[in-house]
């Protein structure tokens, strides 16, 4: 009789979370990005990273963990804010959320662009 893995055997999910994010900015201008790692309900505090990505720059943003005491946890990729960037001026804010469905990805790839009213389009 064959051996079932940890976390293996029936009525057991397969964990679905980013542990952190890659972006390509398509746009032809400066996009702010805020990506929050974490969430209250687990009991860890919430961590935010931000960069501004130039017109056609890559960046990935590093992962997060938790220290827990002789282990630590991911601090997987809960929120992503962005504004396209007109010279001094920021556009709206707009809130992205993971919907991650192929177990755990170490860096999800994600391209973004400003369209015309400065909105930003996001393709997960």
Do not use: K
Not at 5 to 31: F, L
Not at 32 to 59: C, K, M, P, Y
């Amino acid at each position: 009789m064959g051996m079932l893995g940890m976390g293996t055997g029936p009525g057991t999910t397969t964990p679905n979370y980013w542990r952190t994010i890659a972006v390509h900015n398509d746009a032809e201008m400066p996009v702010l990005l805020r990506v929050t790692f974490g969430d209250n309900e687990t009991g860890h505090h919430v961590i935010t990273e931000q960069h501004t990505l130039a017109a056609g720059e890559s960046f990935t943003f590093p992962e997060q963990r938790y220290e827990e005491g002789g282990w630590q946890s991911v601090a997987s990729v809960h929120q992503i804010d962005t504004q396209c960037t007109a010279g001094s001026q920021l556009g709206d804010l707009h809130t992205f959320l993971p919907h991650p469905s192929a177990g755990v990805e170490f860096a999800h790839f994600v391209h973004l662009s400003c369209d015309a009213d400065g909105a930003v389009v996001l393709e997960m």
